[in-house]
């Protein structure tokens, strides 16, 4: 019986010390081992790359899952649990596109970590940062292969329609939208918006991700709230000209909100952040911005309930959300028969 790739675990990891998976540039040369395998079966074997990939990662899956504490059989976040981020290395490389496998390795990772961080935030915040905050470098090289992969994922979570269980309310909470617990908890696209990661904000928005997860009500306003309400795209009180991400990330925003509201004139000071949002006791996500803001023309009327938005952003909330309830953001899009524009326009690519 051909044990490729089970022996290749076995082989490669016996002889390595108890940390080694815990290292990134070791991880990294086990891919590459991994991956000039792969190449050369499928060659010898005149057989589709694509199976020794699935092989492979299935190989990692299985391995991490007979490795954990003796008996229970439960992993311990330690010595094998990082096989996972070997076999989320391959799908992304070769953009294995076997649903049902990716889903099992995300289900896996999720039974162990509670969350998705590894995979979203190195595109928000680098390596290094993420090492510091973490303890932890991500396995993907540069900003443009931590982007690719969570698009990656994003497509397989959303084709597979994605969801787990929220331990506080017993509520489902989907792939997107699931907390980065090292990150005050908070979602991915509420910590893009914060630190004015303007194109993974609008990837995720682009997904139908959800800004907030059931934190603050619009009692805040009123005084009656002990919580502080989330901060986004924090603009400097002193020069606008000089925050061009933060304002990028508020236009991005305004494309997925029907409108947003002022702050009232009572609790407007020099320290109020710019934009800030709130999710009220229906759920829903509120918004409201510093007056300056319209003073300075960057939110216009027809976003500040001053003047009624126009119809056709308004059929474009409406029709998103549609889209989302069906788990068809943003692929089914393309499939509307509508003009080129009018999708990019679906899309959040245009204004």
Not at 194 to 205: K, Q, R, Y
Not at 233 to 262: E, G, P
Request: some cysteine; hydrophobic content about 40%.
């Amino acid at each position: 019986m051909d044990v490729f790739p089970e022996c290749f675990f076995e082989n490669m990891l016996s002889q390595m010390e108890p940390r080694y998976l815990m290292v990134r540039y070791k991880r990294r040369q086990l891919v590459d081992r991994l991956n000039t395998a792969i190449k050369e079966r499928a060659r010898s074997k005149d057989c589709d790359e694509a199976a020794e990939v699935r092989r492979a990662v299935m190989a990692a899956i299985r391995y991490h899952a007979n490795s954990g504490n003796s008996g229970e059989r439960l992993c311990n976040m330690g010595r094998y649990h990082n096989i996972l981020y070997i076999a989320v290395k391959l799908c992304s490389d070769w953009n294995l596109d076997d649903n049902s496998i990716v889903i099992q390795l995300l289900n896996n990772i999720f039974q162990c970590e509670r969350t998705f961080e590894r995979l979203f935030v190195g595109a928000i915040f680098g390596n290094r940062a993420t090492h510091v905050i973490s303890g932890w470098k991500s396995d993907f090289e540069s900003y443009e292969e931590n982007l690719a992969a969570i698009e990656y994922f994003l497509k397989h979570a959303t084709k597979a329609k994605l969801e787990y269980d929220n331990l506080k309310n017993g509520k489902k909470i989907r792939f997107i939208d699931i907390p980065l617990e090292s990150y005050r908890r908070a979602t991915s696209a509420r910590i893009a918006a914060e630190f004015s990661e303007a194109e993974v904000l609008l990837l995720l928005l682009r997904y139908g991700a959800d800004m907030l997860t059931e934190y603050e009500t619009d009692e805040m306003l009123t005084g009656q709230q002990s919580r502080q309400p989330f901060a986004f795209c924090v603009v400097s009180s002193y020069h606008l000209n000089q925050t061009a991400k933060s304002l990028a990330c508020l236009k991005i925003l305004l494309r997925t909100v029907s409108t947003m509201t002022a702050f009232p004139s009572g609790v407007v000071d020099l320290n109020m952040p710019f934009l800030v949002a709130t999710r009220n006791a229906l759920g829903m996500n509120k918004f409201y911005f510093h007056p300056r803001l319209l003073q300075e023309g960057i939110i216009p009327p027809s976003r500040s309930q001053l003047t009624p938005p126009e119809l056709k952003h308004l059929s474009r909330c409406v029709i998103r959300n549609v889209l989302r309830d069906n788990w068809q953001l943003p692929l089914g899009i393309r499939s509307l028969k509508i003009p080129l524009s009018l999708q990019n326009y679906l899309d959040l690519l245009e204004d």
